[in-house]
């Protein structure tokens, strides 16, 4: 079945570049998302690309995908002690239904 | 904006009891799930329907019901709770079309003694 893994922790400086990897199985997703989980929180949806782009830029994230590998990576630029989170990797495919599956999650902790 | 709000936030079983969680959202989504979240496992699909009076199983599917007779609402339930089904359960929808953005509730913390 669909597997994603991810590294379960990270630690970064205030101000430096965080980057989360991912890895996934399931050659026929459509979406691939970074989901972000703040303390006592649901999930929120941070970003996502569209399995056919390179790359895509949103302000102080990059989020790069090579298919090939099937790795997808976020990068955040100038982390700030409130990205302190849980940071999700999922892909997107249909199987019947259009499904998510997620990787175990990024704690990312920054330090002042 | 309510979105997807989840009921109780916090309850303690013990083992045997039974109890529903309760996720309604207001988005008119068609697609709703349930999913446990647990230290080191990340998140696991319960069960899902893909719209009114239709669900389906999950990856974790066993010791749990659901019921979905309303669009708006998602039901889960615990017949007998066990100690294995402490956890904090997330209920999320979705327009179920690309790019299927997930919308969370808050959690429900449950703790089974």
């Known amino acids: 079945g669909e597997d994603v893994e991810q590294s379960l922790f990270l630690s970064v400086r205030e101000g430096d570049s965080s980057v989360i990897n991912c890895t996934y199985t399931?050659?026929?997703?459509?979406?691939l998302y970074w989901y972000k989980q703040e303390p006592g929180a649901g999930l929120q949806l941070l970003t996502y690309?569209?399995?056919?782009?390179d790359m895509k830029q949103d302000q102080r994230l990059t989020v790069l995908l090579n298919k090939k590998d099937k790795h997808l990576s976020l990068r955040i630029a100038d982390t700030q002690t409130g990205d302190s989170a849980i940071y999700f990797c999922?892909?997107?495919?249909?199987?019947?239904?259009?499904?998510?599956?997620f990787g175990k999650g990024t704690k990312l902790s920054v330090i002042p | 904006n309510a979105g997807v709000t989840q009921t109780p936030k916090f309850r303690v079983l013990k083992t045997g009891q039974s109890m529903t969680l309760l996720c309604a959202q207001d988005?008119?989504?068609?697609?709703m799930y349930w999913y446990r979240q647990d230290p080191g496992m990340g998140l696991r699909l319960i069960h899902y329907?893909?719209?009114?009076?239709?669900?389906a199983k999950g990856e974790v599917p066993d010791g749990y019901n659901v019921s979905r007779l309303k669009k708006q609402n998602f039901l889960l339930g615990l017949e007998s709770a066990a100690p294995s089904q402490t956890s904090v359960y997330f209920c999320?929808?979705?327009?179920?079309?690309?790019?299927?953005?997930?919308?969370f509730g808050e959690g429900s913390r449950l703790t089974v003694l």
């Open positions: 999320a929808s979705s327009t179920g079309r690309g790019p299927g953005e997930l919308f």
């Open positions: 399931d050659s026929s997703s459509t979406y």
């Open positions: 690309i569209f399995s056919n782009m």
């Open positions: 999922a892909e997107g495919a249909w199987a019947g239904s259009y499904q998510l599956t």
């Open positions: 988005m008119n989504h068609e697609y």
């Open positions: 329907s893909v719209g009114e009076g239709t669900t």
